[in-house]
């Protein structure tokens, strides 16, 4: 640590700070959650519960990897008014297998499909209606193609380099040893 920077601020800091993509504004009326896996998507649904009440609420979801869409759509069902299911380019899933996967899960919930996110955001924007609130959520790959206004970086981002298996890549368990800590900060 840098020796300007005492524990008690340092600790300030960290607890102060907030994760983008964690209940996150994107600007008013649309928020964003990168919970991608059943027991977040379980706590983000209470979370807008909380927060909107009875505000209708329209979901762009988006899956990856080997994520089952029913665990995943199960506490969505809870809230939604309607849902748009999108992919990812990367390990996203099929968002029309997706929808015919929840159907037995959401009732009478409208759920559309829209192949690219960029275009699912366009679609929820274009339902919204009398104060409704749009939220994205599930895969963090989709909710950066949905968001990110750079064609060439969305485009970077989900076909080349960093997210490829290099059969040499590094792996291991990295060790933190911090120092003793003092008396907790209340």
Not at 102 to 128: N, Y
Not at 155 to 181: C, D, Q, V
Request: no cysteine; proline share 5%; glycine share 8%.
């Amino acid at each position: 640590l840098a020796p300007a920077v005492d524990e008690a601020t340092l600790l300030r800091a960290f607890a102060a700070a907030r994760l983008l993509g964690r209940f996150w504004t994107v600007e008013e009326g649309i928020y964003a959650d990168i919970a991608h896996n059943a027991e977040k998507i379980e706590a983000l649904s209470g979370e807008i519960r909380k927060q909107f009440g009875d505000r209708g609420k329209i979901l762009v979801v988006g899956i990856s990897g080997q994520r089952i869409s029913t665990k995943v759509f199960r506490s969505l069902a809870d809230i939604a008014q309607t849902i748009i299911v999108t992919s990812a380019s990367f390990k996203g899933q099929d968002p029309a297998r997706v929808r015919e996967e929840v159907k037995g899960i959401v009732g009478d919930i409208p759920v559309l499909v829209a192949f690219e996110p960029q275009q699912a955001l366009r679609t929820a924007r274009s339902l919204r209606r009398n104060g409704e609130i749009i939220i994205l959520t599930g895969s963090t790959y989709m909710i950066e193609q949905a968001l990110n206004p750079d064609p060439y970086l969305r485009y970077l981002s989900a076909h080349f380099g960093w997210r490829l298996h290099e059969p040499n890549e590094a792996t291991g368990t990295i060790h933190l040893n911090m120092p003793k800590a003092g008396p907790a900060l209340r």
